[in-house]
């Protein structure tokens, strides 16, 4: 087991990668009563083409399936997996993103009974043509909830503008028309090429022993067999640079117009380090443009074109990336007008000096700072670095060394007029 530390945030962190391929990392955290445990695989919706496990060709899988595999993982033939953490006093949930699919628990006892759950019903798959046909009509209803919400709408649609042919267009649960093609063999198929421990991380942080934990996870894995690993191959379809759909307007039972603006990044190849940098440098300009001290948001609130649900985000996963900013407005035109003017101007004009970056630093650290007393914070966002070949606990040294340079190459990455979308939502005209 190798110890890492991070003297600088005073955090000490164990790992190991097993001799079936599982990687597992404990991050015990002193005056904490819970404990938080996720195992995660490197699989999520975007995940549509791939060469089975010992297969040699590409095949395509139907959209949603990441999704309705999570749902599915919970199923047994001896019950509801929820029962068993209930009973053991934990708290279970999951989640499934473009990228990855989470398993996870929080409990203040028990933990490693509750391990045991988790790695068992992760690893033991049960599916079959009745259990699946069930689950249909579930993940349907939970689709169509989703497509009555304007928020949810605005988001996706956004994205969908953005990308041409990348699956990151595709709503994360598919559409009701795909899960229906859904089988258990492609469950199967799908499990036994992406769920291999080594395809995945285990990661517990909290109230624990870390030696104790990972003797407990070792005998656990050494019980059970696994396949030989093999190398995951995925494949992509080719994207162009500008966005795909230059803006798009859909009408809703809204009480005030929803806009958002997308662009979408035109350097999305990227991993590790220069990852992070570009991910940290693009929030910090977004700060600087669109932030509650910006001269953007001072006009754009005084004028009443914002409100509390204005917002800004820059988002990159290995493949894709984009930004966007948007609100609910009764002026959706002049908003979308102000939000490219001050996109034009800085690109004319940098508006970055050095004591904002210095500023905007401090704040961004001071803010990662804090966040790290959630044990849910890192537990989530720990895996998300990982998979990106990114660490978490770089975020702090790495703000630290970002130049004025770094800044103006992310703010490059994703203002080209070709990247604008424009997504509104509307409420019927009377």
Known sequence: ?????????????????????????ILPKRGYSKTFVTFTTKYGSIDRTFKPHGKNE?????????????????????????????????SANAYTTFGRTAYLFSATNKVMENTKVLLDFVQQPYFTAQTVDKEKGIIAQEITMYDDQPDWRLYFGTIENLYKEHPVKIDIAGTVE??????????????????????????????VNPEEMMAFIKED????????PEPIERQFP??????????????????????????????AEQQGQEMLETELSA???LDNLFGRTSPFYEKANGEGLVDESFSYEFSMEEGYGF??????????????????????????????????????????????MRSLNSIEFIANQYTRYEFNEMNLFDVVPTLEKLSMDKLKTAFA??????????????????
């Open 178 to 207: 795909s899960i229906q093609d859904i089988t258990a063999e492609h469950l199967y198929t799908c499990y036994e090429t992406f769920y291999h421990p080594s395809n995945m991380l285990l990661f517990v942080v909290g109230a």
């Open 221 to 228: 894995q050494a019980k059970k067999s696994f396949n030989q």
């Open 323 to 368: 930004a966007m900013v948007g609100s609910d407005t009764e002026e959706p035109d002049k908003l979308e007008a102000l939000i490219r003017r001050t996109i034009k101007e800085a690109k004319e004009s940098w508006p970055v000096t050095d004591e904002d970056l210095e500023r905007m630093r401090r704040k961004k650290i001071g803010q990662f």
């Open 238 to 267: 080719l994207e162009t640079k500008a966005a795909d759909i230059p803006e798009r307007i859909l009408t809703m039972d809204v009480s005030k117009p929803k806009l958002n603006i997308g662009m979408k990044c035109t350097t």
């Open 58 to 90: 590409f095949i395509t899988v139907p959209d949603g399936i990441a999704h309705f595999l999570e749902h599915k993982m919970f199923e047994k033939e001896d019950g509801d997996v929820f029962q068993k953490f209930g009973l053991n006093g934990a």
């Open 413 to 430: 990455t994703f203002s080209d007029d070709s990247s604008y979308t424009i997504f509104k939502v509307l409420p019927p005209t009377v």
């Open 1 to 25: 087991m190798k110890e890492v530390i991070f003297d600088q945030l005073q955090e000490k962190i164990y790992t190991e990668t097993l001799d079936n391929g599982l990687k597992v990392v």
């Open 283 to 285: 929030n910090l300009v």
